[in-house]
């Protein structure tokens, strides 16, 4: 989790030295990372599966991100051209689920709130890219570097506070 933190934090700053690169940069490798963290979130779901209480919100979540991810690898034109739709319908899928899994969360009050701020960033991002999405395609990178940059901020924060408790991080995915 500290290290996702780490890279989201890079992203976030080179979007914003370098935000045409960036931006080349991201279309070209989003598919491959949202595809294989879709991928490490269902090994990760299926093989613990009788100690998660939201299973189904992984499972779910790891699915979406495999299908985004697909959609991006095999049509790369496509994803370069639709790349703020695809990605603002992304975040307020995940954030919903994310906002329901904080629902769910019972055991833990810090938890379920910090679940519940990365949904409630990831929905509002995902809106504010969907609000138009023509003229996004200049302004994606700045929002996304922010989104990117406040994710990667909590996710090292998260790391950081609950190293200790394994239960609490397999939440927090």
């Not at 992203?11 to 490798?29: A, D, E, L, R």
């Not at 959609?71 to 995940?94: Q, S």
């Amino acid at each position: 989790m500290l290290l996702a933190g780490l890279v989201l934090l890079l992203i976030g700053v080179f979007s914003f030295i370098y935000p045409w690169n960036t931006y080349i940069k991201i279309v070209t490798y989003s598919g491959f990372a949202m595809f294989f963290n879709g991928l490490f979130i269902l090994i990760h779901a299926l093989k613990d599966h009788h100690q998660l209480p939201e299973r189904v919100g992984l499972i779910v979540e790891g699915c979406l991100d495999m299908l985004v991810g697909g959609l991006l690898v095999l049509n790369p034109f496509l994803a370069a051209i639709a790349f703020p739709i695809i990605v603002g319908y992304w975040m307020i899928f995940r954030g919903f689920i994310k906002i329901c899994l904080a629902l769910y969360i019972r055991n833990a009050i810090a938890v379920r709130l910090l679940v519940g701020i990365i949904g409630l960033f990831s929905f509002s991002f995902g809106a504010v890219i969907l609000f138009d999405p023509l003229t996004m395609n200049q302004k994606a990178i700045s929002v996304i570097g922010i989104f990117s940059f406040l994710i990667g901020a909590l996710y090292c924060y998260d790391a950081l506070r609950f190293r200790k408790r394994p239960d609490i991080l397999n939440s927090m995915m």
